[in-house]
């Protein structure tokens, strides 16, 4: 136990000698505007997944933690509710520029945690602290509405309420910017929040909790509880069935998302999923090809391929097919540099733990003893390490193979040849997730024609990456539910509330 300067006891819980200095470094839950641990006084270990090195730990939280999380949101909510569209607007507002000021030392622990090459880092923080400059500027927005009423005596008033405390769960794979994404929204809205972070990246969610602090975020509107994987279940179950909850805000794979759906249902919950994408990248014949390989490399190897709107089945006219392989071939080779996502020059890092290398493994090792073949890459690189897998181009990819359906979320390409644009789109919508996808041509019908018949909730044209702040993000079918960023993005936390102002002839 240690007694802070402000004379609180904490209970002191480990931090790896080599990170100590490291600005914003957290390592205890961050509820009701105080740094605490467990109840339990159990931790977990949060590793670099480079190295395998511990970083810290931090508190492991169980369910009656988390009940106490949810209880001082529920408190915060009667005020944080009440404070104007101004007021919230100002307090994002600062909080955007503390994470901008403090960018390079959010960076690092992003880095640390994630594995994500630094300037990806920087990226991420630049893209996650946008969504809290926009939601301040959309808090001041959210107009209602007066409808022509049938009645002479009689007003129809239609308001926007916030709908409560928020449950956000979040992923490994963009830690601060779903985080922001999600709660820069509900604070606009007038909600609190209790964010459980992934395990395997709690560090860049504390850290952001510590610059909220220092925005002026009041105490008890913004809370963080850490869980190990053993403890998620049962703290996603209180986060989604407490009745203080509102709305569940989840981020993840689609298996968890239809978990914590059931169990929103008995309360009969809102619910925000973003979930797995399977996105088809397609280059018809009348593509700029250098072009369309540029966006290629972003679509697919940014983050390592650990990405949701990842493209996952490069599906390539069979007009431009071998250029399309030669030169993805070539930039894989020369671009794709793999190692320690703080050494200069690395652009792709390892993946994030054994559970992502054995799943990317074994999809390869499917496809190969199926008939596919690796023009580059196609395993562990294991001179760096454990986790990190080549950056890998896949060819003689067929139906029967797992990687030809599944999401790979890992730096694998896989190429498909086709004979038509029908053929591409039929490939391309035969799955159950429809989050993002990617066409390439300079045909403007064929553009509509793709745009319109591809049933997915996002699609760039001539394009590998189309997340910002001002667009609804968001998937259709098992891809998910609601919209994030844009001016839909503060809608979801919210509720409609139709008021009628009678007997006004009275
Ligand atoms: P990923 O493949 O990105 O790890 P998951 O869906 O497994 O995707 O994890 C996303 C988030 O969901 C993490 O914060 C994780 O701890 C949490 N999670 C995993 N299982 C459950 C569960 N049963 N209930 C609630 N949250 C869970």
């Known amino acids: 136990m240690i007694i802070t300067k402000a004379g ?108 994500k090459p630094l300037a990806e880092s920087k990226g991420e923080v630049a893209y996650g602290s946008s969504f809290l400059e926009w939601f301040a500027d959309t808090a001041k927005h959210m107009n209602g509405e007066i409808v022509p009423s049938p009645w002479p005596n009689k007003q129809i008033l239609v308001t926007r309420q916030p709908l409560g405390v928020v449950s956000v769960i979040t992923p490994w794979n963009f830690p601060f910017a779903m985080i922001t994404r999600k709660v820069g929204a ?91 994408g399977n996105a088809p990248f397609i280059v018809l014949p009348s593509a700029d090809i250098e072009h369309s390989l540029d966006q290629a490399m972003l679509a697919k190897f940014r983050n390592n391929g650990q990405a949701c709107v990842g493209a996952n089945r490069f599906l390539i006219h069979e007009a431009v097919f071998d250029k399309f392989v030669k030169g993805f071939m070539s930039r894989i080779g020369t671009k794709c540099i793999l190692g320690d996502g703080t050494k200069e020059g690395v652009t792709c890092g390892p993946l994030i733990n054994k559970m992502q290398v054995d799943k990317v493994s074994g999809l390869v090792s499917d496809a190969v003893s199926k008939g596919a073949k690796a023009l580059i890459g196609g395993k562990v690189d294991t001179k760096l390490g454990s986790n990190f897998y080549e950056s890998t181009l896949l060819v003689n990819v067929s139906k029967e193979m797992k990687i030809y359906s599944e999401e790979i979320f890992g730096p694998v390409a896989v190429c498909v040849k086709v004979k038509s644009e029908e053929e591409a789109l039929q490939i391309a919508n035969n799955t159950r997730s429809g989050l993002a996808a990617y066409v390439f041509t300079k045909d403007l019908g064929q553009a509509f024609r793709m745009s319109r018949s591809l049933n997915f909730g996002m699609v760039a044209i001539n394009d590998g990456i189309l997340s910002t702040a001002e667009a609804p993000f968001g998937g259709i079918k098992e891809s998910g539910i609601g919209r994030e960023g844009s001016r839909h993005g503060v809608e979801e936390y919210t509720d409609i509330k139709y008021t009628l102002m009678s007997a006004l002839d009275k």
């Open 186 to 276: 509900l604070m606009a809205a007038g909600c609190t929040c209790v964010i459980k972070p992934s395990e395997d990246t709690p560090l860049t969610a504390l850290a952001a909790a510590e610059l909220a602090e220092m925005a002026g975020v009041p105490s008890g509107v913004i809370n963080v509880v850490t869980s190990s994987r053993k403890n998620a279940p049962s703290v996603g179950k209180i986060m989604c069935e407490d009745d203080n909850v509102g709305c569940i805000s989840f981020t993840g794979s689609t298996g968890v998302g239809k978990i914590l759906y059931g169990l929103a249902a008995k309360g009969i919950k809102r619910v925000a999923l973003e979930l797995g």
């Open 8 to 115: 609180v006891l904490r209970s002191y819980t480990f931090l790896a000698a080599g990170y100590r200095k490291m600005h914003l470094l957290k390592n205890q839950a961050y509820v009701n505007g105080k740094w605490v641990g467990a109840a339990s006084k159990s931790v977990f270990d949060v590793n670099n997944p480079a190295n395998g090195t511990k970083i810290a730990e931090v508190p492991d939280m169980d369910a009656n933690d988390a009940k106490i999380a949810l209880d001082v949101a529920a408190d915060a909510f009667h005020t944080w509710s009440q404070t104007t569209a101004k007021e919230r607007a100002t307090v994002l507002r600062k909080w955007f520029y503390l994470c901008q000021e403090n960018g390079d030392h959010l960076a690092k622990i992003l880095t640390a945690e994630s594995g």
